[in-house]
């Protein structure tokens, strides 16, 4: 399963449905708190595309992710995947893709030098106008010989 982790779900559709025709199973979990909930449900196999600016729980004070600690929701997916890092559940950060539209070289510095620091694919949304190089790209990238499973 590809599990596409951002609450934008109107602009995902075009991505959602290429991945379908793709045959790429996937589904949207709409924020970070609903994607620490199920990580015990996911599989080695999975694969977790996590927008960089996520939404949390809207309900107050439901959510595991602060808005200091985030950045003002700014940063809140790599929060998510430092929390997956520290959780039992062993995912493995290879099928962890980051993606983000961030603009500010100080926002892609960051969020670049964390990709590199824990191994993960970044992806940047405004370098894909189209969803089909991006289904290629997440395509190349799950169906890589070194990764026998699939989404």
């Known amino acids: 399963m590809f599990y596409v982790i951002d609450e934008d779900e109107i602009q995902l559709k075009p991505l959602r449905l290429e991945l379908d025709l793709r045959g790429i199973a996937n589904e949207l979990i709409p ?22 600016m996520l939404a949390v729980n809207p309900e107050e004070g439901r959510s595991s992710f602060s808005r200091d600690e985030t950045e003002d929701y700014k940063l809140t997916g790599l929060k998510l995947v430092e929390k997956i890092v520290a959780a039992p559940s062993n995912f493995p950060l290879s099928h962890i893709i980051l993606m983000s539209q961030a603009a500010s070289k100080r926002m892609i510095d960051r969020i670049a030098q964390f990709a590199k620091q824990h191994g993960i694919i970044w992806l940047s949304k405004s370098a894909y106008d189209d969803p089909v190089p991006l289904g290629d790209q997440i395509e190349s990238i799950i169906r890589r010989p070194s990764d026998q499973g699939s989404a």
């Open 31 to 52: 924020n970070a708190d609903e994607a620490l909930r199920l990580l015990p449900t996911f599989q080695p196999t999975d694969y977790l595309a996590i927008d960089v």
